[in-house]
């Protein structure tokens, strides 16, 4: 009877690590759409992985497939701030807007990168807009933080990568940039997909979807509460790789818990965050303290921008990093799958990236914690 239940709840999930390997899957997809195609995403700029996956979907609307997407004008202040600083459907910020941009540029001194596409990004846009098949939306300011991509109801992409060059290597810096998307061929799983992100109770066959959601009547925001629950389950092991980790008490009070009862914690974060830096290496230096050393921290020389929760039973990936904002303010999407009844391969393919990023990364003393306090103060406002 086990392993029949084991078979039947063998989901056909797959691991996609970083935009080298998530983007080629999703414009094969793009390609093979027949009827539908529907994104949501939080970052598109106006650089070559943007040009291109904006040359897909026009070809697929010149051949009738109806393309659907949604693109939320709050991230148009970080598509600005930084790298190209072109954002691919969003123009003309306002004096608020402007000032923000003007900030982020001051704090963390972003430098243009030169992009010699800019006409054809925008002849590209204009073609999209205009087509009778592309219905988008990009005025309207969500704070939806989440990322997926649908193609005839039928294959389902979703996690952590925005629609920009450096998710598809690395950025200005030279920053290579570590993330997932998770492929999903599925029927139940679609389906639970679509019932949840109309804010619907969905049943739980090996997996489920987390969500933060303002556009349902009333609100649903759960994802502090279901990463406290893998936090506050874990008996063995809790795995954490988060690109934004901000000392929110009850995950520092959680997880210096979980150590204090025996269970092993590791904790990885970029050695050098494109944004919040200072605020992740403050909460790296209350878990070590708190911890008394107990707790591994890890600073990856990558650009982490991954955000992982795992117990020995439960896997989270998806858009949510551990911060105020998106635990308050930020619409967001993440995966939880059972370990003991998902895909064993999906399993033994996140065990073995967390292996490798592990590898690589500088295990963190406390005396070796460094960072600004008045930085940290001010990520800590805006984070």
């Given amino acids: 009877m086990v ?30 759409a027949k009827k539908s195609i529907k994104i949501n995403m939080f970052i598109w700029r106006a650089d070559n992985i943007g040009l291109q996956i904006a040359k897909e979907l026009l070809s697929a609307a010149q ?3 109806s393309v659907q997407i949604s693109v939320d004008r709050y991230g148009m202040v970080l598509e600005l701030a930084e790298e190209s600083m072109l954002s691919f459907f969003h123009e003309r910020p306002t004096f608020t807007e402007r000032v923000k941009i003007w900030a982020l540029k001051l704090f963390y001194q972003t430098k243009e990168v030169p992009f010699s596409l800019k006409e054809e990004a925008r002849f590209l846009r204009d073609k999209l807009l205009n087509h009778k098949n592309v219905f988008v939306s990009r005025d309207a300011f969500k704070a939806d933080h989440s990322k997926y991509y649908l193609i005839d109801n039928s294959i389902l ?62 609100r649903l925001f759960e994802m502090e509460e279901l990463y406290l629950d893998i936090i506050n389950s874990a008996r063995n092991e809790l795995v954490i790789t988060m690109a934004y980790f901000s000392p929110v008490k009850s995950f520092i009070d959680a997880i210096v818990k979980a150590s204090n009862r025996g269970v ?4 990885t974060i970029p050695k050098s965050a494109n944004f919040q830096g200072d605020l992740n290496m403050k909460t790296a230096k209350l ?31 998806g858009s949510c990093n551990i911060n105020k904002k998106a635990f308050k303010q930020l619409d967001e999407l993440n995966l939880f799958v059972e370990r003991r009844a998902q895909n064993k391969q999906f399993e033994k393919d996140l065990l073995s990236s967390v292996k490798n990023n592990r590898e690589i ?3 963190l003393s406390l005396q070796e914690v460094k960072y600004s306090k008045i930085r940290a103060f001010i990520e800590g406002f805006l984070m």
Avoid: W
Avoid at 7 to 13: I, Y
Avoid at 202 to 210: M, N, S, V
Avoid at 264 to 267: A, E, I, L, N
């Fill in 63 to 65: 051949r009738g497939v």
């Fill in 264 to 267: 092993k914690v590791s904790v």
């Fill in 3 to 32: 392993e029949e239940l084991l078979v039947n709840n063998n989901l056909k999930f797959t691991l996609l690590e970083d935009g080298r390997s998530a983007f080629p899957p999703i414009i094969n997809a793009i390609r093979e």
């Fill in 157 to 218: 992409f979703l996690g952590g990568i925005n629609i920009e060059d450096k998710e598809n290597g690395c950025d200005y810096l030279g920053r290579v940039y570590q993330d997932y998307m998770i492929k999903i061929a599925d029927n139940r799983a679609i389906d639970s997909f679509l019932s949840k992100i109309s804010g619907k109770n969905t049943k739980k066959e090996g997996f489920f979807f987390g969500v933060n959601l303002k556009a349902v009547k009333p």
């Fill in 287 to 317: 878990l070590l303290q708190k911890s008394q050393g107990k707790i591994e921290l890890y600073l990856s020389p990558k650009m982490v921008h991954t955000k992982l929760v795992m117990n020995e039973s439960m896997i989270s990936l």
């Fill in 361 to 363: 990364s500088k295990k």
